[in-house]
């Protein structure tokens, strides 16, 4: 079975911080794996995804992400955040059972204070 | 930014109702989903098309649900008999398919309450 899981489910910075958003994944195989943000009363925007090569990958919005094999995870991060950033951050991955089915960790919510 | 269009955009429903919504996957996108995301964040996948055809599809979507991509039209679930459970935020994506690696494109989702 595969999951994933997100340690915090709430996160407060403020605006001009760095910003690390924790994610880690079970799965028995090479994971394919996502972050995804949800804006309030909005869909899931990709973010940034990783599925082989660098470990560190970029994504839009000056966000990166550092896969790491050793540990499971696939952490989010971003130098300097801005208050428009607050919103929900989900981790997500791919298995093999449907292709393109996304098992989601439980979100973290970011709020950024000026 | 995403033209994945769901409508409508907020559906009120009696327990045993029926509970219908639409989606326009993004133009030159075969592949469709629908997922369940409750208030807890939970999502769960419930059936995905390509073109027309069913790909795959959970036993709740069997049972209670249906839905459909017919060609030229809007695709949509619909729930038959609708209970409290099913309130929820209802995500369609599209993607153009090919591997696990595929970036699904979200709609804003159906808010269902269920009274």
């Known amino acids: 079975a595969q999951s994933v899981t997100q340690p915090d489910a709430r996160v407060t910075v403020s605006e001009g911080a760095s910003l690390q958003l924790r994610c880690k994944y079970s799965?028995?195989?090479?994971?394919?794996l996502f972050w995804y943000v949800q804006y309030p009363r909005q869909g899931l925007q990709l973010l940034l995804k990783y599925y082989s090569g660098d470990p560190v990958v970029q994504g839009v919005n000056s966000f990166e992400a550092e896969f790491s094999k050793s540990n499971s995870s696939f952490h989010l991060q971003k130098a300097s955040v801005h208050w428009s950033d607050s919103a929900v951050y989900f981790c997500a991955l791919t298995g093999t059972q449907v292709v393109g089915q996304l098992t989601f960790g439980r979100g973290t919510r970011l709020q950024v204070y000026a | 930014n995403s033209k994945v269009i769901q409508t409508p955009r907020y559906l009120v429903k009696g327990q045993g109702q029926k509970a219908k919504m639409r989606c326009i996957p993004e133009k030159g996108h075969p592949v469709v989903f629908w997922y369940q995301q409750n208030k807890n964040n939970e999502f769960k996948f419930l059936i995905n098309f390509q073109n027309q055809e069913v790909l795959q599809q959970i036993d709740m979507t069997e049972k209670r649900f249906s839905a459909e991509c017919p060609s030229n039209s809007p695709c949509s679930l619909e729930i038959q008999s609708s209970e409290a459970g099913d309130s929820a935020l209802y995500l369609c994506?599209?993607?153009?398919?090919?591997?696990?690696?595929?970036?699904?494109?979200f709609g804003s989702g159906t808010r269902l309450t269920v009274l």
């Open positions: 994506a599209s993607s153009l398919g090919g591997g696990r690696a595929e970036t699904l494109y």
């Open positions: 799965y028995s195989a090479t994971p394919y």
